[in-house]
């Protein structure tokens, strides 16, 4: 089963505003990481966070977690066309097994 | 340095037909993945190799089977494909400790 759930799953926003998406998760972590895909492309690999980071600042993205309720959020700011993509959360299991499980993802579309 | 490569880009199959997908990667890294990805499923992990010589199944694994050649390469075959197995596949590579993946482009595979 999924461990990461993406919200909401579109998003469609002008330039130039920001962007939030949300990702819940059900068991204990050690990180959540987000990544981008672009269409037709591999995922790409922004920002991790560590269970014991709460916020944590990358360029114009700026991601949150919290712990207690096992819930992040990615929050772009003055979006910007070449944002259009997909964003999915994934976390790890605290018993370090390698393995990284991926939500469904967030798509988000900036019109001009 | 190329990261991950996934060759073919495209393969289209008829049921029953057998096939293997090759990935390499040249980042010198201990762990390699098979996904694959659906429409609104997100990515799914069929198999993965924490190391040279060891293979693990994922969370999707049935009727496909993989080969870690060598440190580099990861290859997955499909014996026998059925339509239920078209799909984008991706191949990814993570260096132990880091817990970021890197993705190789995909193989869009279609089964008739």
């Known amino acids: 089963s999924q461990q990461g759930e993406e919200d909401p799953q579109a998003l469609s926003i002008q330039e130039g505003e920001n962007a939030t998406m949300n990702c819940s998760y059900k068991?204990?972590?050690?990180?959540l990481q987000w990544y981008r895909q672009n269409s037709g492309r591999g995922l790409v690999h922004l920002i991790l966070?560590?269970?014991?980071?709460r916020e944590k600042h990358s360029g114009r993205l700026r991601v949150t977690l919290d712990t207690s309720k096992k819930s992040s959020s990615l929050l772009i700011t003055a979006s910007r066309a070449a944002d259009t993509a997909s964003y999915f959360c994934?976390?790890?299991?605290?018993?370090?097994?390698?393995?990284?499980?991926f939500g469904k993802g967030t798509r988000l579309h900036i019109l001009p | 340095n190329a990261g991950v490569t996934q060759t073919p880009k495209f393969q289209v199959l008829k049921t029953g037909q057998s096939m293997t997908l090759q990935c390499a990667q040249d980042?010198?890294?201990?762990?390699m993945y098979w996904y694959r990805q659906d429409p609104g499923m997100g990515l799914r992990l069929i198999y993965y190799?924490?190391?040279?010589?060891?293979?693990d199944k994922g969370e999707v694994p049935n009727g496909y089977n993989v080969s870690r050649l060598n440190k580099r390469e990861f290859s997955l075959r499909l014996e026998s494909a059925a339509p239920s197995q078209t799909s984008v596949y991706f191949c990814?590579?993570?260096?132990?400790?880091?817990?970021?993946?890197?993705f190789g482009p995909g193989t869009r595979l279609t089964v008739l």
């Open positions: 980042m010198n890294h201990n762990s």
């Open positions: 190799s924490a190391s040279e010589g060891t293979t």
């Open positions: 966070i560590r269970s014991n980071e």
């Open positions: 068991t204990s972590i050690n990180n």
């Open positions: 990814a590579s993570m260096l132990r400790g880091t817990d970021t993946q890197y």
């Open positions: 994934a976390t790890d299991g605290v018993n370090r097994d390698d393995k990284i499980i």
